[in-house]
């Protein structure tokens, strides 16, 4: 018995999800692809195509447990479903003008005859033929498999592939696809399947779900009478007593319960918070904050979404589970948190008019799952979703103190540093904090997160007595993970010094409920407390130079540097003052007020001196101002002194600092209309797309060159997902790259699975509204195969499609991108990776522990195969007047002469090689391992007395490198089979 076969059973005896759910996912690229076809390209009817026949083989389950080939009456089901959806589709579409079809490139022209004619040549087969093209390139088993599937020989059964392409061939001339024929293995290999959705699988498993209770049931007799007489009044029951319950509710005896329950789920939950888009209070009470009061709506609930829970590793349902629910609607933010039942079912309401909607799952022993979907792009929210949580990963240890001690009751806090890039995808293994608490050993662990988010992932130790620990960055320090895996990384925090203080007036009075914080410089508040009474406060600070900043109501704030020694402190005391005014007048740039506009107060933007000192009167505060319908608003407890403040309106352009300080004078602001970007998004022959995402990014100057290439935000704020083929939306703030801006302006780039990525023209800043309607060509679904020296294939290879003028660090533990913006893959088990012609990159870069490779994009094998080259070691020695020199500092660059390269238009190589820098010991002597193979530069840092130039001495054949007081500063070298030989300059 085959083993779907097998599986089917499994469904069909034991009802079980987990079996047709592995059938599912083994057929479902097979169907979706013949359904593609069949259906002329359209992308949702296929996908309709393909639940449908999903769910006509649970229909027809116990009927197909003998069928000999379970893929072949797939593929006739897609067929004849097809035909049956292709009729009823046509005839809603019979008055619909038919999309202007593209003229193609010569390397498609094969593809584009066979595309309308396969499926409809393939069933001219009879079915043994058909099953063997069908195994062969559809399912891609191999000529051994199929043989040991058919009980014949490899030779056998290559014969036997071979025979039914020839006939598909003789059908596809006949046919007048003379050109496919010619190419029909190549294409059949390359084209027969597509890729399905991400998320299709799990909407026909979630459909299954409602269905599975319709199914017919295994039945070996007929039930007795007693039986039949029992289900009759319980079929009676079940239909007299909805009535019973209806008719009081409809009369106005009872309340639905259904929908008052959601209500109060939704709208009455206590713990649920109103939010705007920034995640700041949307009813902020700082001093300052001037804020209308917020429009009540009414809101009516839907029908609630309801998500099955389960284990992705065995399919039992999962209980328990906790989902902190975000919805965004009338531009607000509400949350709450909700838990699933023991069955692991978790129903959740949401109200209508909702434009976003995301969850966070959180149970442990799971890794915590991101949920989205974007109503306002085009998706839908689905009335069942099967959630399937994957097993996390247990990191664990101990918390101490400077003498080693355990500290009880610390709080230790994962969170992960960069955005995730999810590709198209709404499901992601993002999470939010994640917290934990040592016991009284100061033992700690966390089983929440994925084992492949924790190489993104930072932690940090904190205790009220105790300074915070030092974080440990993943992303920066992943030799900790085999620490935190095993249970042994510990967290250090230090003691902290008791301040006291008090908070007075002018007049010397104690201020009541003041906040008194202390932070860094520019940083928001990680210590505070209130005053009392008697306006004192006491606070735990580690030593070092702090700030202690005072903020309350009727006063202007005001802060204070400190420096904190491990003795006790004498007792602080601040003085508040009552506030001066600053206004403003906020308008767009045709004079009209903007209401509703935001400023706030800058922190991080500290004003310094020119001798690069903080000004005198910098303040840490929190202050908000929103302007009403005249455009204005004020500040009455302003500091007198030199301010910042960003202001934001929705609809317009941010991204500015306005710097002011309280005058009687109103402070105008324009803020620039933002750009609004809309059209089309089509495939190659004009038929729209559904299913595709936008890149935001801005654009940089190559060094030394004034071409402008387009660099990519890794915020998924500027990564935008549409499930509809019409876009529209609008850019407030400026990109930004590696935590700071970049030139102002944007690109927009356009990709969608199996589709080549366009991007398009540079937009100005000063432009307001822009179209692009995109064609998307087709993928040639190329892979590269990455081998090492001695012929094998690498798997997990940190492998990088570099744009012009990008670079990253390699060595044999991997690449380190220096660009957030750079997206990092691996090659997979057998060392394979997709390789789509992006026309924006340039150039491939390899790095692990098996060597390195840097190639050009024009220098890649057009058979996809590379080898990787053996990692170099330079060893050399450095003198000065004739003697070792000890503690030297050298550098080594991979670039054939500096000179050359600081007088050139060229950017820094694709490849540079972490560690590069290296020290001289007291004999001279310095290593460099890990070197890539190439042209390099050794640069020894510059001194008091520089080294006169001329020529070094060669040792040829050997590892080691003599520099001497004789020789030029740098020093080109050339490492070839793991030998570095100095070449003379």
């Not at 059949?188 to 299709?200: K, N, S």
């Not at 284990?311 to 009338?330: C, M, Q, R, Y």
């Not at 209401?595 to 706030?600: D, P, Y």
Request: hydrophobic residues 35%; aromatic residues 8%; proline residues 7%.
């Amino acid at each position: 018995m085959n083993d779907e076969n097998k599986l089917l059973r499994r469904y069909v005896e034991e009802c079980s999800e987990v079996a047709f759910g592995e059938l599912v996912r083994r057929y479902l690229d097979v169907v979706y692809a013949a359904a593609l076809r069949q259906v002329n390209g359209d992308s949702h009817l296929a996908q309709e195509v393909t639940q449908s026949v999903f769910l006509d083989l649970a229909r027809k389950s116990h009927t197909l447990l003998n069928h000999p080939s379970l893929l072949g009456w797939l593929y006739t089901s897609t067929r004849f479903t097809a035909i049956s959806m292709c009729r009823t589709e046509q005839r809603r579409r019979a008055r619909e003008q038919k999309a202007e079809v593209m003229v193609e490139q010569d390397s498609e022209s094969a593809w584009q005859q066979l595309w309308p004619v396969l499926d409809k040549a393939m069933h001219t087969l009879n079915e043994k033929d058909r099953e063997a093209v069908l195994l062969r390139f559809f399912e891609g088993l191999t000529l051994s498999q199929m043989g040991r599937r058919w009980g014949i020989t490899e030779n056998t059964a290559r014969m036997r592939v071979e025979r039914a392409v020839e006939k598909l061939r003789r059908v596809l001339i006949k046919k007048g696809s003379v050109t496919a024929s010619l190419t029909l293995v190549t294409i059949l290999t390359t084209r027969a399947v597509a890729g399905a959705p991400p998320d299709l699988a799990s909407r026909i498993e979630a459909e299954l779900i409602g269905f599975k209770s319709a199914l017919p049931q295994p039945s070996t007799s007929t039930p007795p009478l007693r039986f039949r007489i029992k289900i009759a009044l319980l079929l009676g029951f079940m239909f007299v007593a909805p009535c019973l319950w209806w008719l009081p509710a409809r009369l106005g005896f009872v309340e639905l319960r259904t929908v008052s329950e959601q209500k109060r789920t939704v709208y009455n939950n206590p713990a649920a918070q109103t939010m705007d888009r920034s995640g700041l209070n949307g009813n902020n009470t700082s001093p300052g904050h001037s804020v209308s009061e917020p429009k009540k709506t009414s809101l009516t609930v839907v029908n609630p979404l309801e998500i099955h829970v389960i284990a992705a590793d065995s399919g039992e349902p999962i209980p328990n589970t906790t989902f902190n629910l975000a919805t965004f609607v009338d531009e607000k933010w509400n949350r709450q948190n909700i838990t699933s039942s023991r069955h692991g079912v978790a129903r959740i309401g949401y109200p209508e008019g909702i434009s976003q909607l995301e969850m966070y799952s959180r149970v442990d022993g799971f890794a915590d799952t991101h949920l989205e979907w974007r109503i306002d792009r085009g998706e839908k929210i689905p009335p069942t979703y099967v959630l399937r949580l994957t097993r996390a990963i247990t990191v664990g240890g101990a918390v101490v103190d400077e003498g080693g001690s355990p500290v009880a009751g610390a709080k230790v806090v994962f969170s992960h540093r960069r955005d995730l890039d999810v590709g198209q995808s709404k499901e992601s293994h993002k999470y939010l904090p994640i917290e934990t608490e040592t016991d009284s050993a100061g033992r700690w662990s966390v089983n929440r997160i994925a084992p492949e988010m924790l190489p993104l992932s930072t932690g940090i130790a904190k205790h009220p007595k105790h300074s915070d620990s030092l974080s440990v960055d993943l992303t920066k320090e992943p030799q900790q993970i085999p620490r935190l895996t095993n249970g042994t990384y510990t967290f250090r925090v230090n003691k902290t010094v008791e301040v006291n203080g008090v908070v007075l007036d002018e007049l010397n009075e104690p201020i009541k409920g003041a906040r008194v914080a202390s932070s860094m410089l520019g940083d928001s508040a990680d210590i505070e407390t209130t005053t009392t009474n008697d306006g004192g406060f006491v606070l735990n600070i580690p030593p070092g130079p702090r700030y202690l900043s005072v903020q309350a109501d009727g006063y202007a704030p005001t802060s204070m540097g400190v420096v904190i020694s491990d003795a006790a402190s004498p007792p602080f005391e601040l003085r508040l003052v009552r506030g001066k005014t600053i206004r403003f007048l906020v308008i767009d740039p045709d004079g009209n007020p903007i209401q509703g506009a935001r400023l706030e107060l800058a922190r991080w933007n500290i004003e310094l001196t020119e001798s690069n000192e903080v000004a005198p009167g910098t303040v840490q505060a929190e202050a908000v101002l929103i302007t009403d319908e005249a455009g204005r608003t004020a500040w009455t407890n302003a500091p007198a002194a030199l301010l910042k403040f960003n202001p934001t309106a929705k609809g317009y352009l941010g991204g500015q600092t306005i710097r002011v300080r309280p005058s009687d004078k109103e402070n105008v602001i324009t803020l620039e209309h933002a750009l609004r970007v809309s059209g089309i998004v089509k495939d190659f022959q004009g038929k729209p797309l559904e299913r595709y995402r936008i890149l935001v990014g801005g654009g940089e100057q190559i060094f030394r060159s004034h071409k402008t290439v387009p660099r990519w935000s890794p915020s998924d704020r500027f990564r935008l997902r549409f499930s509809h083929p019409n876009y529209d939306f609008t850019i407030e703030e400026p990109v930004q790259i590696d935590s700071g801006p970049i030139q102002q302006g944007y690109f927009f780039k356009f990709e969608a699975e199996g589709f080549i990525p366009v991007t398009t023209r540079f937009v100005a800043p000063d432009e307001r509204d822009v179209t692009f309607d995109i064609k998307l060509q087709p993928a040639n679904g190329r892979v590269l195969q990455i081998f090492d020296s001695q012929g094998l294939p690498v798997a997990n290879a940190p492998t990088l499609f570099l744009p012009d003028g990008a670079f990253v660090y390699g060595s044999r533990s991997g690449l380190d991108p220096v660009q957030e913006w750079i997206h990092l893959s691996k090659t997979d088990s057998n060392g394979t990776i997709p390789f789509e012609i992006d026309p924006e990159f340039t150039s491939l870069v390899v790095a692990c522990s098996a060597g390195s490779i840097s190639l050009a994009r024009s220098e890649i094998p057009s058979d996809g195969i590379i080898t990787l080259q053996p990692w170099g070691r330079i060893d050399g020695r450095i003198s000065r007047n004739g003697q070792p020199s000890n503690g030297e500092s050298l550098t080594c660059l991979r670039r054939e002469n500096l000179g050359d390269f600081m007088q050139s238009e060229l950017s820094l190589p694709p490849l540079m090689f972490s560690p590069g820098h290296a020290n001289s010991d007291a004999e001279g002597r310095f290593t460099f391992a890990d070197v890539p193979p190439g042209y390099a530069t050794i640069i020894v840092a510059p001194r008091a007395n520089l080294f006169n130039s001329s020529t070094p001495s060669v040792h040829q054949g050997k590892t080691e490198v003599f520099i001497s007081d004789e020789i030029p500063i740098s020093a080109s070298i050339d490492i070839q089979d793991a030998v570095a030989n100095l070449t003379p300059k």
